[in-house]
C-alpha cells in the first residue's frame, strides 16, 4: 500500500464509509495521484483487515461518483478528471478549458458557450411580465394585502379536529386518494353550504377542490383556453387572473364596470351574434367587483347570463369573498340563476379562514366534471387530504357559519373605522368606493404627488400601499389606491392612515377630488 488506510470499528460511521473518505481524502491531497492504479478490493480487504464485501462497497461508490475509473483485464485507477475539479471549473471557467489542460484526454469538449433557454410560450409570458417583484422588508402596517385577522381565526376548535383525526390513526390519510376532485364528504359540505348560503344548488360531484381560487384559475385556462383566444376580464380587475390568461396565450378583452358592476351593454355591442367576435370566456367578480368593490345589479345578472347563453360564452364567477357583506340584502350568485349551465364557480377559503390553508374549489356544469378532474390529477394529484377533512368537520360542525358571522360584525367595525377616518383626514380630496362589503376598500386620492412617489413615501413612513394601475389593461387614472384592512387592528388604521396622510403633505397641497363615475 502507498498510503496508510485508518479505520476505527468503535466509530459511529460504517467501515465502508471511513474506507470512501480515506481513499477519498487521498486522492483529493495528492497522496494518490491521477492515474494511478489503486489495490484490488481483495488486496485492500487483506491489507486493513476487513470483508472484501465493506471494500467493495466503497469502491462502488468511488466509481459511481468518478474518483476511479475500471478498465477491463487491467484494474481500477484514480480518475484523470475528478468531479471536484468540474465543479470547481464551473464557477470559474467551462468544463472544456479544465478538458483542455489534459492532453491525452478523448473526450469531445462541450461548446463554451452556453445556449439560451428555450422556453415554451407559457415560459416566455411568465419571463416578458413581471409582476411578482417582492420588496426585501414589508412595513410595518400593510394595506396592500387582502388577509384575514389571522388573530381571529379559532385555532383551538380547528386543532382539536386535527387531533382527532390523528388519534384515530386512520392511516387513509397519508395515502393518496383515488379521487382527485377531493374529499367526497367535503364536497358534500361545500354543496350544501352554497345551497344555504349562496342559493348556488349543484351536486357534489360538480364540486373540484383546489389548492385556493388561483389554482381554479389556472385550471380553467388549462382546460378551456388555447392560444389566441379572446377572454374577457373586468376593467379593472384582478391582476391574478389576468395573468393567468396572458400567460395560455390569451388575447384579454377589457370590458368596463361602473356604479352597476360590469357594463352588459358594452359587452353586448361589441361581442354578440350580431358583431362577428366572440369572447371564449368572460371572467366577473359580481358579488364584490375587484378591485372596485361595486356589485352587479340583479338586472344585469340576468341579461349577462341571457347572453352567455345565447352566445355560448363561458362566464367564470370568482365568489372570493361575499360573505362579508355590510348593507343591503344580498343577491345571488350568477350560479345560484344560471339555468343555461354557462356558469364556472369559483370559492375560495383563503379569506374566510386562512392563507395558507390553501384550499378552494370549483363547481363546474356536469358536462365539465371528468375533464377538470383529469386536469387537477394532472396538475398535482390531489389538495392536502388532511387538511379537506378537518375542513370538512368544520364546516358540518357549523364552525364555519359561526366564525364568518362574527367576523362579519369586527370587518364591518373596522370598515366604518376606515371611512370616518379617511374623511376626516382628507376631507373632499377622497372618494370612496365599494363601501358595503369585503375586508378592501379602493379610494381616489386627488393630489400632485406621483403614484409611485406617494407609494414610496408611505413605505419610508412604515406604510405598505399598493396603485391599481396593474390592475388596468388599459390606462389607470391617478391616485387610485387599494386599502386592505382585514387584517389591521384599529390602531393600526388609525395610525397607518394618519401616516398616508402625511406621505401626502409633505410637499403638495391636497385638492378635491372629482367623482369617478
Known amino acids: 500500500m502507498d498510503f496508510p488506510i485508518n479505520i476505527s470499528t468503535t466509530s459511529d460511521h460504517p467501515l465502508h464509509r471511513q474506507i470512501y473518505d480515506e481513499v477519498r481524502q487521498a486522492i483529493l491531497s495528492g497522496r494518490l495521484p491521477k492515474g494511478k492504479r489503486v489495490p484490488s478490493t481483495r488486496e485492500m480487504a487483506k491489507s486493513i483487515g476487513v470483508a472484501r464485501a465493506t471494500v467493495t462497497l466503497a469502491y462502488d461508490y468511488l466509481l459511481s461518483e468518478g474518483y476511479f475509473e475500471a478498465y477491463r483485464g487491467s484494474g481500477t485507477y484514480v480518475s484523470r478528471h475528478l468531479p471536484d475539479e468540474l465543479i470547481e471549473a464551473g464557477e470559474i471557467g467551462t468544463i472544456g478549458e479544465v478538458l483542455e489542460t489534459d492532453q491525452s484526454s478523448t473526450m469531445p469538449r462541450p461548446p463554451s458557450i452556453q445556449r439560451p433557454r428555450q422556453l415554451s410560450q407559457y415560459g416566455k409570458a411568465l419571463q416578458s411580465r413581471n409582476w411578482l417583484g417582492f420588496p426585501d422588508h414589508e412595513p410595518e402596517i400593510q394595506f396592500t394585502f387582502g388577509r384575514p385577522d389571522m388573530d381571529e381565526f379559532p385555532m383551538r376548535i380547528w386543532s382539536q379536529l386535527l387531533s382527532r383525526h390523528c388519534r384515530q390513526r386512520n392511516l387513509s390519510l397519508l395515502d393518496c386518494p383515488s379521487r382527485a376532485s377531493g374529499f367526497e364528504p367535503l364536497r358534500s359540505a361545500i354543496a350544501d353550504y352554497l345551497a344555504r348560503a349562496r342559493a348556488v344548488v349543484c351536486d357534489k360531484e360538480q364540486v373540484i377542490v383546489v389548492n385556493g381560487s388561483q389554482q381554479a384559475l389556472d385550471l380553467v385556462t388549462r382546460v378551456l383556453v388555447d392560444p389566441g383566444d379572446t377572454v374577457g376580464i373586468e376593467e379593472p380587475g384582478y391582476i391574478g387572473a389576468q395573468r393567468a390568461f396572458q400567460a395560455q396565450g390569451a388575447h384579454l378583452a377589457p370590458i368596463f364596470v361602473d356604479q352597476g358592476g360590469v357594463r352588459v351593454d358594452y359587452l353586448k355591442s361589441r361581442f354578440d351574434v350580431s358583431t362577428n367576435s366572440s369572447l371564449k370566456l368572460l ?118 357559519e359561526r366564525h364568518i358571522r362574527r367576523m362579519r360584525a369586527i370587518y364591518s367595525q373596522r370598515r366604518q373605522l376606515m371611512i370616518d377616518v379617511l374623511n376626516g383626514l382628507f376631507e373632499k380630496s377622497v372618494t370612496i368606493y365599494g363601501e358595503n362589503a369585503g375586508i378592501n376598500m379602493l379610494v381616489r386620492l386627488k393630489t400632485e404627488v406621483p403614484d409611485d412617489v406617494l407609494v414610496e413615501r408611505a413605505r419610508n413612513l412604515g406604510v405598505g400601499l399598493v396603485s391599481t394601475r396593474n390592475m388596468y389593461l388599459g390606462d389607470a387614472p391617478r391616485g387610485e389606491f387599494l386599502l386592505n384592512y382585514g387584517s389591521l387592528k384599529e390602531e393600526q388604521i388609525i395610525e397607518g392612515l394618519t401616516r398616508l396622510r402625511s406621505a401626502m403633505a409633505d410637499r403638495d397641497e391636497l385638492l378635491p377630488v372629482e367623482s369617478r363615475f
Open 283 to 400: 371572467y366577473v367578480t359580481p358579488s364584490h367587483q375587484y378591485p372596485t368593490g361595486v356589485s352587479l345589479t340583479l338586472p344585469r345578472r340576468l341579461d349577462l347570463l341571457s347572453w352567455a347563453v345565447r352566445t355560448g360564452t363561458i362566464l367564470i364567477e370568482d365568489d372570493y369573498d361575499s360573505e362579508y357583506r355590510y348593507k343591503g340584502k344580498p343577491i345571488p350568485a350568477l350560479a345560484g340563476i344560471d339555468s343555461g349551465a354557462s356558469v364556472i364557480y369559483v370559492g375560495t377559503f383563503s379569506k374566510v379562514l386562512l392563507p395558507a390553508l390553501r384550499l378552494g374549489y370549483l363547481v363546474v356544469p356536469k358536462d365539465l366534471i371528468d375533464v377538470f378532474s383529469r386536469a387537477k390529477w394532472l396538475m398535482d394529484r390531489h389538495s392536502s387530504l388532511i387538511q379537506q377533512q378537518v375542513l370538512s368537520d368544520f364546516i358540518l360542525e357549523g364552525h364555519l
